[in-house]
């Protein structure tokens, strides 16, 4: 079964600096997705950013970059130049395709990030 | 916001009840997914649905049913409720059913007493 490890429950970065989230995934596919959603206060869920397996390439958005391991099933997040409203609720997430006609999106536990003024 | 339309945002009742969620995904997008957020368990996948029709199913309960109608919305039926079901129940959509990418409902606030 597909696992999504977040090891860090909560973490807190002064505003303007730089963290990084860390997320491990345990799999046997070798084509699937992985992404990083926030949850702020709202409790709305959003797409912070999405990478392609197949992809060597580290996907950016913006401030927010990843770093993809594919051979450590490993995926960190990392906030730059950290904003108020990046505070928020922070999960990995692994899509994968389920008997050739539905997915299903495993979410990891979420890592807590506060960005202190 | 995200396009994904989730009524009602508040719900509370009691025990033995049953309620049902409803859910409008984007204008475009044929896929819908349910997932339970409670405290304790995080984000659990309930099932999916494309145009219609069950796609994947997850940890989903015998109580819990959900389907799709025509117009694409979906509802998710929960009875025999007990405390334990108290979660936030979100809905998200997505274009397709292999598209990797899911746009998520403000989510349903389920409070059972």
């Known amino acids: 079964a597909q696992t999504v490890t977040q090891s860090q429950p909560e973490m807190s970065v002064q505003e303007a600096e730089t963290v990084t989230l860390s997320c491990t995934y345990d799999?046997?596919?070798?084509?699937?997705?992985l992404f990083w959603y926030k949850q702020p206060p709202s409790r709305q869920m959003i797409l912070v950013i999405r990478?392609?397996?197949?992809?060597?390439q580290n996907a950016t958005e913006n401030r927010f970059s990843v770093n993809f391991q594919k051979a450590a099933k490993s995926f960190s997040l990392k906030i730059s130049d950290s904003q108020l409203g990046d505070t928020a609720m922070y999960f990995c997430a692994f899509m994968k395709h389920v008997n050739n006609y539905g997915q299903n999106f495993v979410f990891g536990p979420g890592t807590r990030l506060s960005v202190l003024p | 916001d995200s396009g994904v339309t989730q009524t009602p945002k508040h719900l509370i009742t009691a025990t033995g009840q049953r309620v049902t969620l409803r859910c409008s995904p984007r204008?475009?997008?044929?896929?819908v997914y349910w997932y339970q957020q409670s405290l304790d368990q995080g984000l659990q996948f309930l099932i999916q649905y494309y145009n219609g029709e069950e796609r994947a199913k997850g940890n989903i309960l015998e109580r819990f049913s959900a389907q799709q109608f025509p117009d694409l919305h979906s509802e998710l039926n929960l009875s025999s409720l007990e405390l334990g079901d108290s979660a936030l129940y979100f809905c998200?959509?997505?274009?397709?059913?292999?598209?990797?990418?899911?746009?998520f409902g403000e989510g349903s606030r389920l409070t059972v007493l």
């Open positions: 204008s475009g997008d044929l896929s």
């Open positions: 998200a959509s997505s274009r397709s059913w292999a598209d990797g990418e899911l746009f």
């Open positions: 799999t046997s596919e070798n084509n699937y997705y």
């Open positions: 990478q392609e397996a197949y992809k060597q």
